[in-house]
């Protein structure tokens, strides 16, 4: 009988340089935005990705290099989903408004689950992006457990 969840048992690397998305919900940005002003040195020094208006607003308000996505509701979660899946992320700091009921609620939750799957770090709040970022750990490479995905599939395929 197969397992009905793949085993954590295979290593992955953060590298130093982390592969930070960053998102935030329409009633969040200006927090995301105060945020990344008091982080944007730190922010400098990793590769950067967001989705929609969050990513034009770092780059335009902040001049921080960031590689833009689609927005939220037009996929753009599911875009960084993906990367979490593919090993592209290592952070995910995600404003999301508990007060505002989004189009793509099913989207924002699987996002969420992937990073869990994946022990992607992640943020929800300023408080908790500002431990992510003042962790000695963020300039260092990190040894994770992520889900053994290769062994997994073999397993259901007998």
């Keep these: 009988m197969s397992e009905t969840r793949p085993r954590r048992d295979i290593r992955r690397t953060l590298p130093a340089r982390k592969r930070i998305a960053l998102i935030a919900h329409d009633g969040k940005k200006p927090e995301m935005m105060a945020w990344a002003e008091r982080w944007q040195d730190t922010l400098s020094r990793h ?59 099913p989207d924002v939750k699987a996002l969420l689950r992937l990073a869990a799957l994946w022990n992607v770090p992640v943020a929800c709040n300023p408080a908790s992006a500002d431990f992510l970022l003042s962790s000695p750990l963020l300039g260092r490479d990190v040894e994770i457990d992520i889900p053994d995905a290769g062994g997994w599939i073999s397993a259901r395929a007998d």
């Design 47 to 105: 590769a950067l990705v967001g989705t929609g208006t969050t990513a034009t607003r770092l780059a335009r308000q902040l001049g921080l290099e960031i590689e833009p996505l689609m927005s939220g509701p037009l996929g753009g979660d599911q875009q960084i989903g993906a990367r979490i899946a593919e090993q592209g992320l290592d952070l995910l700091i995600f404003f999301w408004d508990p007060f505002a009921p989004q189009p793509h609620d």
